[in-house]
């Protein structure tokens, strides 16, 4: 909002609950001209609000990239490359058996995010394993579900990576019932930086967003997309920054090791 009020710009933020009604909210704000321009978060691998708003020629710039670029303007973190240094920071403390759980892949940055820990077990010369590679956690719910189905594998990784914090936050649940502590037995690194990572113990290891950083590049960009700038000469991109928590280090445990104590919980739980 500062960047929009230094312009003498108004900043208007909209909220929904699903696609189609952000599309009519979209619409409505452009037939009662009450916005000159939007910012679009989140974006979609194939976004229909980006979709609508380049068929009305509207003035908008991306939080995030998409798989078409034609007409789009964007600000965006390299969260493939912060999924890249996530392996590589994980080999350097030993471990070899790394796992990933991506977001949703309706989302763009889910393709970017694989694409970096792909690339980063490729530069470590470690082969992928498939059945290691999970996506669709977006909430600690899910994180927590898709961590214990990792961790249940008959060969687990002792190392996971997260493409969001709120997914690698219910790993500290998945873990626990398992008979696991992580920072030791399992080792996670997650990308986003939000403050609820600072509270679990050990602290969350994740690479940092600056978020009010962001916010200001947005509107500046808009600005200049409102006043005719080229949206092809209105892209850029920054890194994220590593957060060192307590939730990685050298492994304790062995995959052998922490199918014994997964085993051995499940059996104290039923007995």
């Known amino acids: 909002t500062t ?16 696609e189609a009604e952000m599309l009519a909210t979209l619409e409505r704000l452009i037939d009662e001209r009450k916005a000159d321009g ?4 989140r974006t979609g691998t194939h976004d229909a609000r980006m979709r609508l708003l380049r068929s009305l020629n509207v003035p908008f710039v991306l939080y995030g990239r998409v798989a078409d670029p034609e007409g789009c303007a964007w600000y965006d973190i390299l969260g493939e490359e912060a999924m890249r240094e996530a392996v590589l920071r994980l080999v350097s403390h030993g471990h070899r058996r790394i796992g990933f759980i991506n977001g949703g892949m309706e989302y763009n940055f889910s393709g970017l995010r694989e694409e970096g820990f792909r690339q980063g077990m ?23 579900a898709l961590t214990r189905r990792l961790l249940s594998h008959d060969a687990p990784p002792t190392a996971i990576v997260f493409a969001v914090d709120a ?20 080792s996670i690194i997650s990308y986003d930086g939000i403050p609820e990572g600072a509270w679990v113990r050990p602290p969350l290891t994740t690479f940092s967003v600056d978020s009010r950083v962001a916010g ?18 209105l892209r850029e991109t920054a890194t994220a920054s ?13 995959s052998e090791t922490i199918v014994l104590r997964v085993n051995a919980a499940r059996a104290g739980t039923v007995t």
């Open 122 to 144: 490729a530069d470590a010369g470690l082969d992928l394993q498939a059945d290691l590679m999970l996506s669709g956690a977006m909430t600690r719910e899910a994180g927590s």
């Open 38 to 41: 939007f910012i679009l978060p």
């Open 167 to 186: 997914a690698a936050l219910g790993a500290y649940e998945a873990a626990e019932a398992l008979g696991l502590e992580i920072g030791a037995d399992v």
């Open 216 to 233: 200001k590049r947005l509107a500046e960009l808009l600005i200049r997309r409102i006043r005719g700038e080229a949206p092809e000469d």
């Open 242 to 254: 590593l957060q060192v928590g307590g939730s990685d280090g050298p492994p304790a445990a062995t």
């Open 3 to 18: 960047a929009a009020s230094e312009e003498s710009w108004t900043l208007t933020v909209a909220t929904s609950a699903g």
